[in-house]
T-cell receptor, first 114, second 110 residues
Framework: DAGVTQSPTHLIKTRGQQVTLRCSPK?????VSWYQQALGQGPQFIFQ???????QRGNFPDRFSGHQFPNYSSELNVNALWLGDSALYLC?????????????FGPGTRLTVT | RKEVEQDPGPFNVPEGATVAFNCTYS??????FFWYRQDCRKEPKLLMS???SGNEDGRFTAQLNRASQYISLLIRDSKLSDSATYLC???????????FGGGTRVLVKP
C-alpha cells in the first residue's frame, strides 16, 4: 500500500524564481491538501484539491497556486519566490468520497530560497 | 490569538513516567480533533483521532472537553522513542483543512 509521495525532497531557489512541487496521494485517496511548515511552527494550510477543483484555500497570496490531475496527483506552484517562502512543504491526502477522513502526510519538500 | 494553542515545552520526562499535556482551541464549530506526532525534520504522523467520549490506544489516552474547548493527551510508561513534538490538530468538519497548534516538545530521558 503506497503512502503519500512527494518530489523533490530538497530544492534551492533564488528570490524571484518560480517553483513546482509534486505530490502523489496514498493509494485509494481522492483529495490532496498542501501545507507550509516554517521552522519551529506547526503546519499552515495552503489549499485543498478534490475532483480537480480547489475546494478550500487558506490565507496565502495568489502567488501560490495548484492543480490536481485526473489520477488525483497534485502540484503546488509558487511564483516570485520570497525569502520567507523557505519552509517544509507538506502534502496530505485523504478519501473524501465516503471516508474515512483522516489525513496522511508525505515526507515533504524542503524549499530554501536564497 | 492563535486558533490552536499549545505549551511548547519541552517536557522532560523520565523513562517509565507518565506525562500529560493539552491544547486549547478557539473555534467552537470545530468537529474533528487529532493528535499528530512529528519527529525532527520529518512529516507529521497521525497518532490518534480524539472522540467526545475519550479514547485510548495502548499507552496513549486522549480526552476532549468541548465545553472548555481543550484536548488532552496522556502518555503512560514513557519510552525513549516517545521523544517527539506532539501536534494538536482541529478541523471544522471531517476531511476539511487541518488547523495545527505549534506543538509540544516531549523529551524522554533514561
Amino acid at each position: 500500500d503506497a503512502g503519500v509521495t512527494q518530489s523533490p525532497t530538497h530544492l534551492i531557489k533564488t528570490r524571484g524564481q518560480q517553483v513546482t512541487l509534486r505530490c502523489s496521494p496514498k493509494s485509494g485517496h481522492d483529495t490532496v491538501s498542501w501545507y507550509q511548515q516554517a521552522l519551529g511552527q506547526g503546519p499552515q494550510f495552503i489549499f485543498q484539491y478534490y475532483e480537480e477543483e480547489e475546494r478550500q484555500r487558506g490565507n496565502f497570496p495568489d502567488r501560490f497556486s495548484g492543480h490536481q490531475f485526473p489520477n488525483y496527483s497534485s502540484e503546488l506552484n509558487v511564483n516570485a519566490l520570497w525569502l520567507g517562502d523557505s519552509a517544509l512543504y507538506l502534502c496530505a491526502s485523504t478519501l473524501l468520497a465516503g471516508g474515512p477522513y483522516e489525513q496522511y502526510f508525505g515526507p515533504g519538500t524542503r524549499l530554501t530560497v536564497t | 490569538r492563535k486558533e490552536v494553542e499549545q505549551d511548547p515545552g519541552p517536557f522532560n520526562v523520565p523513562e517509565g513516567a507518565t506525562v500529560a499535556f493539552n491544547c486549547t482551541y478557539s473555534n467552537s464549530a470545530s468537529q474533528s480533533f487529532f493528535w499528530y506526532r512529528q519527529d525532527c525534520r520529518k512529516e507529521p504522523k497521525l497518532l490518534m483521532s480524539v472522540y467526545s467520549s475519550g479514547n485510548e490506544d495502548g499507552r496513549f489516552t486522549a480526552q476532549l472537553n468541548r465545553a472548555s474547548q481543550y484536548i488532552s493527551l496522556l502518555i503512560r510508561d514513557s519510552k525513549l522513542s516517545d521523544s517527539a513534538t506532539y501536534l494538536c490538530v482541529v478541523a471544522k468538519a471531517a476531511g476539511n483543512k487541518l488547523t495545527f497548534g505549534g506543538g509540544t516538545r516531549v523529551l524522554v530521558k533514561p
